[in-house]
């Protein structure tokens, strides 16, 4: 199969490419929209008796996939058939039964057909979650086709411009972009594609009404570092002796107010609102953590929006986890145990109780920043470095691959095959010795796993986000020895079993696998030639690992299937992962595309990098 191209539908002809562009985006967002949801159905809804997927022998890869809620079938022809992510998808065609010929089907057609197809198969039985599917899948249509109006940097230098650069969201979720509570001004203003900046708005609350905790320094010395915060509350409104300074989020801030326990608290004299002060942030690629340039810190607020699966509000479990496991990460010395990867804590948490017990919505999470300046340059998330790329360019993972290649005078499939084995010793090895030794695993998906590029090969990799974190069972008593405020976050705790399928998939499913998929998709290297080298690096693991990950990795090796989130399912059924037992979607099995390779001696593999 060749290289899948950037457009998942055929390219614009001279006279559409004159049109501003409108039509190039229009197009290329209903494609990516149609790739996310098909894909994503492919894998989380049973197939029928009348389906038909690709074999290797084909001369024209396609899939038929048998309607059942109507009776047609649906044919969509393949530009790249993957072992490990997505299928890239050329035209449709549409036949209902007793038609002779195939009919051209438009994207927003299929979109349409496929997510009725979804409801049907998913037995979902309330009517009214299917035109709330489709209007979530549409609104992130409409999100995708804004961004990419947008203008950004073609290609991405460092951590500034990678986090901003996400114009499609998640590769593997039917609405990535779904953005529910935020107005049009409102995305431009504070979403990470239109890289607004904009100031905290900022509160003083009487200090008897407030929470805070911090691993590190009191969150009063944090406030006091972010330049210009304090400096910037003039004319009235600088603290008052037993107030503790309240930053927010605009948005935060905006619907804080309109209720009724705020506007009490700012009546009676025990918070009062101080409005935008300080230096100007942008956002992350998560919306709600925010960070600046020259500032040490970044802030994780609750906001009012629900992106993808969830309402986007902190809990008072994870602000406790932070601090507990920022104490306790520095307790094990992690950063020297383990020089090649650093997790970035969110060591501090600052927040107004709420009388109820509950969260009252002023929720901020201090994290470090350690992309200060040139410190943030070459360094890049990997969902930015696996991301399609925007009409008529090349990935930004090919774009690192050949700038690589020309610096080593090598070809391409070379200097990405060297490039694949940096990045899993800066990256599977740490995280997989993390939960080896010490029964901690990580929530290392795409988005939340970055890497120091700025040497070219990868040199170091990083993990974010306090909600990440899994100890298993057997080790949770040694480590609440360690640390005795484990002991108040007891969600941070599962089987082995559990994590074992929770880190499958976050760290080589979600992550792992989308970097195979991207190389394989840009023709730098064939998937299968990666899965051996993956597959080759695990086993060379094998004997150092005698605790919990051993099992794990047997299984990658072994297993006949794999756990995957079910992004699809969790979203159709409008489920808020946040408000789950586990604060976790819906998983369920794919096929491994390791257990699943064929016999190949070492110089077939090794041919397949020449």
């Not at 079938?73 to 998808?89: A, D, E, H």
């Not at 009214?128 to 947008?150: D, T, V, W, Y």
């Not at 009062?272 to 002060?277: C, H, M, S």
């Not at 986890?321 to 501090?348: C, E, K, Y």
């Amino acid at each position: 199969m060749i290289a899948c191209q950037t457009a998942l539908i055929p390219a614009p002809t001279p006279a559409q490419a004159d049109t501003s562009g409108c039509a190039i985006a229009a197009q290329t967002a209903l494609a990516a929209s149609l790739q996310a949801l098909v894909n994503g159905f492919l894998r989380e809804c049973p197939a029928l008796p009348g389906d038909r997927r690709p074999s290797s022998t084909d001369p024209r890869p396609q899939i038929d996939i048998a309607l059942a809620h109507t009776p047609a079938m649906l044919r969509l022809q393949l530009r790249y058939v993957s072992m490990t992510g997505p299928l890239k998808f050329g035209a449709a065609q549409l036949r209902f039964n007793g038609e002779r010929y195939w009919q051209p089907a438009p994207p927003t057609q299929v979109i349409s057909l496929i997510a009725q197809e979804c409801f049907h198969r998913a037995g979902a039985t309330d009517p009214a979650k299917l035109p709330a599917f489709l209007r979530a899948i549409f609104n992130s249509n409409a999100e995708i086709e804004a961004a990419l109006h947008h203008t950004a940097a073609a290609h991405p230098t460092g951590f500034h411009q990678a986090e901003q650069s996400l114009v499609y969201g998640h590769w593997l979720h039917p609405t990535p972009k779904s953005r529910d509570g935020l107005t049009d001004w409102q995305q431009m203003a504070y979403a990470p594609e239109y890289a607004g900046e904009f100031q905290l708005h900022l509160f003083a609350a009487r200090a008897d009404i407030t929470r805070q905790d911090s691993a590190v320094a009191p969150v009063c010395e944090i406030l006091t570092e972010i330049p210009g915060l304090i400096d910037d509350l003039l004319d009235g409104r600088s603290l008052r002796p037993g107030e503790q300074l309240i930053p927010a989020h605009p948005l935060q801030a905006q619907a804080l107010l309109l209720t009724p326990a705020v506007q009490a608290l700012l009546a009676s004299g025990q918070l009062r609102n101080l409005g935008p002060a300080g230096p100007r942030f942008t956002a992350s690629s998560s919306l709600r953590t925010v960070f600046a340039a020259d500032c040490p810190w970044m802030l994780k607020f609750s906001v009012p929006v629900r992106l993808t699966n969830s309402l986007r509000v902190t809990l008072t479990s994870e602000l406790q986890q932070g601090v507990a496991m920022a104490r306790l990460l520095r307790r094990l010395n992690i950063t020297d145990s383990l020089p090649q990867f650093q997790i970035i804590d969110d060591p501090a948490y600052l927040t107004v109780t709420d009388p109820k017990g509950g969260e009252s919505g002023f929720e901020v999470i201090f994290r470090r920043n350690p992309f200060q300046g040139a410190a943030g340059d070459g360094i890049f998330t990997l969902a930015a470095l696996t991301a399609d790329p925007r009409p008529g360019g090349a990935s930004l993972l090919a774009t690192q691959i050949t700038d690589l290649a020309a610096r080593q005078r090598s070809n391409r499939r070379q200097a990405a095959a060297r490039w694949f084995g940096a990045y899993l010793d800066c990256m599977l090895t740490p995280v997989l010795t993390l939960y080896d030794r010490h029964g901690i695993a990580l929530e290392a998906h795409q988005q939340n796993a970055l890497l120091d590029l700025s040497e070219g090969l990868p040199r170091q990799g990083f993990y974010r986000d306090n909600q990440g974190y899994f100890i298993t069972e057997d080790a949770f008593a040694q480590l609440r020895g360690m640390e005795p405020s484990l002991a108040d976050v007891p969600a941070l705790v599962f089987s082995r079993s559990h994590i074992n399928a929770r880190l499958t998939y976050y760290l080589v499913v979600n992550q792992i696998f989308a970097v195979i998929w991207r190389m394989g998709c840009d023709g730098l290297v064939p998937e299968q030639a990666l899965l051996h080298q993956l597959r080759d690096h695990l086993q060379q693991m094998m004997p150092q690992l005698t605790g919990a990950a051993r099992a794990l990795v047997s299984d990658l090796l072994q297993a006949p299937r794999l756990a995957t989130k079910a992004n699809l399912l969790t979203r159709l059924h409008d489920l808020d992962e946040l408000q789950t037992d586990t604060q976790e979607g819906l998983f369920l099995d794919m096929p491994n595309p390791l257990a699943a390779l064929r016999t190949q001696t070492t110089e077939a593999v090794a041919d397949a990098f020449a």
